[in-house]
């Protein structure tokens, strides 16, 4: 008989519970900090085909050519004067817009930006012209003579503000203040402090502008994928197929007596004829020194335009760090942006010289089109300088291209515009967005960078008197374009506010650990690739600036 008997064993581990997930761990997947944009064709150091690379240059040539054309047909008819007179100024501005991408994109930021004409100097070139407007002329073309040489006196004078800036290191020393709490506002508000520049442009002529925006939104994001074959060229090339479409249909309306009884700013907007340009430009024109005659210097006349050169060293700095982004590039070392402002500053005496209307800074609206066509190739930059320079001397075909209406311009700006801003949003992955310091800071210096000076731009007058009336004129521009310009108070506002508020006890928060070795040359390896200068340059140029 076989005993049976109970055999105990004991009780097996159970494994110990999973940990819970964090909070929204299974709604979705969390992306990383990219320090490069990898959704790009073509980033800083490749390049598309020739044909390619021609055709996107042609690109940047027409998307800069509308800022050039809404500044002189801004001030040249206050100044007296008439339809060739601002064809000249044209030609002017593209030959130094030309000359001065050359120089940024070869010894400069090595980063494909354009240098355009800057609206940071209408205030300061309004009270010159004012200054002039009770003086006895022969005629209106001597007063416009005559404010042109004023204005190459004073640009030349205060563009040594930049090079002192710029090479004497001090833009290098504010730049080590910032972090990515202070770029995200002033990157922001680059593109979103142009909104005038936008749609109410664009309203000027609604029925030319409206089509030009729904035709590229639609063109260049949603067609593009009704066939793989026609992704890459729709996307890369819907701009200028809209342009030439809308334009053509301008001048549709124009021929056919659509604008013949409507009043003068219609025509003015919505007419493909309006200008003048095409008759009034000459044929072969080439600019030169003291084209307009011996520079006038007058002390108010220069202290304004010191604060005109202030703003667009501000507004250079943000837009350089959209570029990079856009670009595929990494943040640009402090040493890159110093040199900058200071190739920026010599770029102004040039202009000075040759006797453009105002200087220039990087354009926004072609970094909006590195993101728009996704290719940031710094030769497709240095190739529509050919295009620059080339209208520029030969007018006829430049005016031809200047009469595309400028509420086409409008529409384009408000795609453009809207992707360097929204750049500036991305650089808030580097520090904490959920800091309520740094949502603090972010949220005042997006503010105020925007209310300030539309309170500024609201309360100035035609002849560009601002809210800051002083007995001393030149006291009143200085300050009257520093607080009227977007970056530059998102700037001051966002420096102070991060560098004084908490600071030492939120080191992780704003990201520095992300930032430090991207201002420093050998802090990343990257900084090499991207922005050391090209062929033995670096042999006759100081350490401090390569």
């Not at 030169?288 to 007058?298: E, H």
């Not at 002390?299 to 670009?327: K, N, P």
């Not at 409008?410 to 809207?418: K, P």
Request: hydrophobic content about 45%; glycine content about 8%.
């Amino acid at each position: 008989m076989v005993q049976s008997a109970n055999h105990h064993h004991p009780p097996e581990s159970q494994p110990p519970p999973p940990l819970a997930p964090p909070l929204g761990a299974a709604r979705g997947p969390s992306f990383p900090p990219a320090e490069q944009l990898l959704q790009l064709h073509y980033c800083i150091h490749s390049n598309p085909s020739w044909p390619q690379t021609v055709i996107l240059a042609f690109q940047h040539y027409i998307v800069m050519l509308g800022s050039t054309v809404m500044i002189a047909t801004m001030l040249v008819p206050r100044m007296g004067g008439g339809p060739g007179d601002k064809a000249r100024v044209i030609q002017s501005l593209l030959f130094m817009s030309g000359l001065n991408t050359l120089l940024q994109t070869i010894l400069g930021t090595r980063l494909p930006t354009v240098m355009g004409p800057s609206f940071a100097y209408i205030i300061s070139v309004l009270g010159i012209i004012n200054d002039f407007s009770d003086s006895n002329f022969s005629s209106e073309h001597e007063r416009f003579v005559h404010c042109m040489r004023a204005i190459q006196g004073a640009l030349i004078v205060s563009s040594f503000i930049n090079i002192i800036l710029g090479f004497g290191r001090a833009w290098a020393n504010l730049n080590r203040l910032f972090s990515p709490v202070v770029i995200v506002p002033i990157v922001c508000v680059v593109g979103l402090g142009l909104f005038g520049r936008g749609f109410p442009q664009l309203a000027n002529c609604v029925e030319i502008g409206l089509p030009m925006l729904i035709l590229l939104v639609v063109c260049q994001q949603y067609l593009k994928g009704i066939h793989p074959t026609a992704h890459s060229i729709v996307e890369r090339f819907a701009l200028l197929f809209c342009i030439a479409f809308v334009w053509v249909f301008a001048v549709i309306l124009t021929v056919s007596g659509a604008y013949n009884n409507v009043g003068q700013q219609t025509k003015m907007s919505c007419r493909t004829d309006r200008s003048g340009l095409l008759s009034s430009a000459p044929w072969i024109r080439i600019p030169y020194p003291f084209q307009w005659g011996a520079p006038i210097f007058r002390a108010s006349h220069v202290f304004g335009m010191i604060g005109a050169a202030l703003v667009a060293s501000a507004e250079t700095t943000g837009t350089i760090y959209a570029a990079a982004r856009l670009a595929g590039a990494t943040a640009p070392p402090t040493h890159v942006l110093t040199r900058s402002i200071g190739l920026q500053g010599i770029g102004q005496l040039i202009e000075g010289i040759f006797g453009a209307a105002v200087g220039t800074t990087a354009s926004v609206e072609n970094v909006g089109l590195l993101g728009l066509t996704r290719v940031g190739s710094r030769r497709v930059v240095q190739i529509s300088t050919v295009f620059m320079i080339f209208f520029s001397i030969f007018g006829k075909f430049g005016a031809f291209f200047a009469s595309v209406p400028l509420p086409i311009f409008a529409a384009i700006y408000c795609v453009l515009y809207g992707i360097v801003a929204a750049t500036g949003i991305s650089f808030i992955q580097f520090a904490n967005n959920n800091s309520m310091r740094n949502i603090y800071i972010l949220g005042l210096s997006l503010f105020l960078g925007i209310s300030i000076p539309q309170y500024f731009v609201m309360n100035t007058d035609p002849a560009g008197h601002g809210p800051i009336k002083t007995d001393g004129g030149w006291f009143n521009n200085i300050f009257n374009t520093i607080f009227s310009s977007p970056p530059t108070m998102a700037m001051v506002v966002a420096t102070i506010l991060d560098n004084t508020l908490e600071a030492r006890n939120t080191h992780d928060d704003r990201g520095i650990p992300w930032w430090v070795p991207f201002q420093h040359k050998k802090g990343d390896s990257r900084n090499e690739e991207f922005y050391s200068f090209p062929l033995r340059f670096n042999e006759y140029i100081p350490t401090r600036f390569l």
